[in-house]
């Protein structure tokens, strides 16, 4: 069973920087496609930052400069760097993992994740 845990999470003022992480259980080949997700009340789960297997990355505009996703080797650990972070980057943060490979134009889709994390709070306040 394929399990994604995010840690990470907290409260930060604006300019701050948090790292969060994402472990990932039970699946024994490589993930094509990574991603970080994140989601406000009332709104639809936006696609912050993804990672393919062969370390291209994409990122949603307002975050591009300031947040780096990575990986480790073993494509067990996701993380998500934030930097200078704004009131705007406060949100629940996913973590989601696809078997599939994406192309450019679906890799901040959410509908192209078949696994996801339970999500980590990121509160961004003076």
């Known amino acids: 069973q394929v399990q994604l845990v995010e840690s990470g999470g907290g409260s930060v003022q604006p300019g701050g920087s948090l790292r969060l992480s994402c472990a990932i259980f039970?699946?024994?080949?490589?993930?094509?496609?990574m991603g970080w997700f994140r989601q406000v009340p009332g709104k639809e789960r936006e696609g912050v930052a993804s990672i393919i297997t062969e370390g291209s990355t994409t990122y949603e505009e307002s975050v591009k400069g300031r947040f780096t996703i990575s990986k480790d080797s073993a494509e067990t650990t996701l993380y998500l760097q934030m930097n200078k972070l704004k009131f705007d980057d406060t949100a629940m943060y996913y973590c989601?993992?696809?078997?599939?490979?994406?192309?450019?134009?679906?890799?901040?889709?959410?509908?192209?994740?078949?696994?996801w994390g339970q999500g980590t709070q990121v509160t961004v306040s003076s």
């Open positions: 989601a993992a696809s078997r599939r490979y994406q192309g450019p134009s679906r890799r901040l889709d959410a509908g192209s994740y078949d696994y």
């Open positions: 039970g699946y024994g080949t490589s993930w094509l496609s």
